[in-house]
C-alpha cells in the first residue's frame, strides 16, 4: 500500500498523456491545405492507419462523464448525423485517395453512446466506408463503445457482419448506491447479457471500463465490483481513476467534498481491484488497464509494440488516427487536428464540403523528440534518456529517485514497482512545454 506521505506529495494536476503536446499546449492550427498535405505524405511508402467515429448522443447524463455528449430522447436526430459522418468521409477521401488504398488496421465507435444508432443506421454509416477501404478481416480490429442498457444483440450481430470483433462495456461500479448517485444504474444481469451476447457473435475481446474514486465508493464496493467482473472474465480490463473536472463538466458539482475518496482512501480502491485481478490471472498493463496474457495488449507488452493515443492503450501504432464527427481528434505523424465540438458547427461546416476544424497543433521538431520520449516511458516503463537532456532531467528526478519512484543508471531511466503509480509525475520531467510555461489555472485532473 502506497504511504499517505507519498500521496499527499505527488496526487497533484497532471496530464493523462494520451497525446503530446497535451491538448491544453497546442498553438497552432494546421490550414485546411497543411493538413490534407501531412495526412497524405503520413501515408506514404509501407503504412497503415486507424479511423476513430464519434457519436455524441445519450438518452441520460453519466455524472462522472467527461465526454463530449449530446443529452436526448430523441432518435430522429440519428439519420441527419450519419448523413453528416458520411458526408465528412467522403470530403476527405476526395482529397486523401490514400485512404482507400492503404490497410485500415483498426476502427473504433466511441461517444457518447455509438449504439443509441439503430442497428440499420450503424449499418448505414459504416457501408459506404469499409465498401471502399482496403481492410482484411483476419487482420483487423473493430471495435466500439457500448452501453449494455442501450444495446440489443441485433446492433452487435450488424457490426460482426462488418467485421467487429471487440467490444468494450461501460461497467464503472456494480453496486446499486454508488450506480445511483452517479446516474448509471444498470444491473448485473445487464451487463452478463451483452457479454454473453458478444461472445456467442465470436467477438475476440471483451472489455469493462471499471471507475475507482466515484461518490461513496468504498472498500465493500469495489470489491464487490471487482468480483462480479472477475466472474465473468472480460478479456480486458480498464480500471480509470475517477477525473474530477467540474470546470469543465458542471454535472460534477452535485458531488460532495466529504462523498469522494481522495488520498490514500482512493488509492487503496485500485490497489484492493488490482491485487484481485492479479490473483485471478491478469496482467497489469500501463498504468490503469488489465488484460488476460492471450489478449493482445498483454501481447503487446512482450512484444514491446504497445502504444498510447487518444484512445488509451492499442496492442500497436499506426501511421494515421483519423477522426470523423462532432469533437473526434485525428492524429498524423506530424499534426493533431480536433472536430468541431459543438453538433450545429459540425454539422454545418460538413454540409458545406468543408473539413470540420475547431483546432489543432502543427509540431515542431522539439514536440516530435519529446513526445518520443513520454510515449516510450508510458508504454515500457524504462528509457534510454539522451546525453543531451541526461543533465538537466537528472535535476528533476531528484526527488523522484529519492523516493525510490524511479532509478537513473548509466543513462537509463527505470520506473519501479512503487513508481508505476506516478508515472503521470515521472513523465511531467519529460514535458517540455509544462516545464517552460506551467499552467496558470487548474486544467488537469488529479495525477491518482
Known amino acids: 500500500m502506497l504511504s499517505s506521505e507519498l500521496l499527499a506529495k505527488y496526487d497533484i494536476p497532471a496530464p493523462r ?6 491538448v491544453p499546449y497546442w498553438d497552432e492550427t494546421p490550414s485546411k491545405s497543411k493538413w490534407i498535405q501531412s495526412l497524405s505524405s503520413s501515408l506514404e511508402g509501407d503504412s497503415s492507419w486507424s479511423l476513430y467515429i464519434h457519436v455524441p448522443f445519450c438518452e441520460s447524463l453519466c455524472t462522472f462523464c ?5 443529452i436526448t430522447k430523441n432518435h430522429d436526430l440519428e ?9 465528412e468521409w467522403e470530403t ?3 482529397s486523401v485517395p490514400e485512404l482507400l488504398e492503404k490497410p485500415l488496421r483498426q476502427l473504433h465507435l466511441g461517444g457518447g453512446t455509438p449504439t443509441f444508432l439503430s442497428a440499420e443506421n450503424l449499418k448505414r454509416m459504416l457501408d459506404p466506408i469499409l465498401s471502399k477501404v482496403n481492410y482484411d478481416k483476419d487482420n483487423f480490429e473493430g471495435s466500439l463503445e457500448v452501453d449494455p442498457r442501450k444495446t440489443n444483440r441485433r446492433q452487435l450481430e450488424v457490426l460482426s457482419e462488418l467485421g467487429f470483433n471487440r467490444i468494450s462495456l461501460g461497467v464503472q461500479d ?3 448506491k454508488v450506480q445511483e448517485l452517479v446516474n448509471r444504474v444498470q444491473s448485473f444481469e445487464q451487463t452478463k447479457e451483452i457479454t454473453d451476447a458478444a461472445r456467442e457473435l465470436s467477438y475476440d475481446s471483451v472489455n469493462f471500463d471499471l471507475i475507482y474514486g466515484l461518490p461513496c465508493q468504498g472498500i465493500e464496493e469495489m470489491t464487490q465490483t471487482t468480483k462480479l467482473t472477475i466472474e465473468l472474465r472480460p478479456d480486458r480490463i480498464a480500471l480509470y481513476s475517477f477525473a474530477r473536472v467540474p470546470w469543465i463538466k458542471p454535472a460534477q458539482r452535485k458531488f460532495t467534498d466529504e462523498q469522494l475518496p481522495v488520498g490514500a482512501e482512493k488509492r487503496a480502491l485500485y490497489e484492493v481491484a488490482r491485487e484481485m485481478l492479479l490473483g485471478a490471472g491478469y496482467h497489469e498493463i500501463g498504468m490503469d488497464h488489465f488484460a488476460l496474457p492471450s489478449d493482445e495488449l498483454s501481447v503487446g507488452v512482450d512484444e514491446k509494440t504497445l502504444h498510447r493515443n487518444f484512445m488509451g492503450y492499442t496492442p500497436y501504432q499506426t501511421d494515421v488516427l483519423l477522426g470523423l ?18 453538433l450545429n458547427l459540425y454539422k454545418e461546416k460538413v454540409s458545406k464540403n468543408e473539413i470540420p476544424t475547431l483546432r489543432g497543433h502543427i509540431h515542431t521538431e522539439e514536440d516530435l523528440y519529446h513526445r518520443k520520449l513520454i510515449l516510450e516511458l508510458m508504454t515500457n516503463f524504462e528509457l534510454d534518456i539522451p546525453e543531451k537532456i541526461l543533465s538537466p532531467m537528472a535535476l528533476k528526478l531528484e526527488p523522484l529517485i529519492e523516493d525510490k519512484l524511479c532509478s537513473l543508471k548509466d543513462g537509463k531511466l527505470s520506473v519501479s514497482e512503487l513508481g508505476r503509480p506516478f508515472i503521470r509525475n515521472i513523465c ?3 514535458d517540455k512545454r509544462m516545464l517552460t510555461k506551467k499552467p496558470e489555472t487548474k486544467i488537469f485532473s488529479q495525477s491518482l
Open 17 to 22: 498523456y494520451t497525446s503530446y503536446p497535451t
Open 66 to 70: 467527461g465526454c463530449n455528449t449530446t
Open 428 to 430: 511531467m520531467t519529460l
Open 174 to 176: 456494480f453496486t446499486l
Open 325 to 342: 464527427g462532432v469533437s473526434s481528434i485525428s492524429e498524423s505523424k506530424d499534426c493533431f487536428h480536433q472536430n468541431e465540438k459543438v
Open 92 to 94: 476527405y477521401i476526395a
Open 79 to 87: 439519420g441527419d448525423y450519419v448523413d453528416s459522418v458520411i458526408k
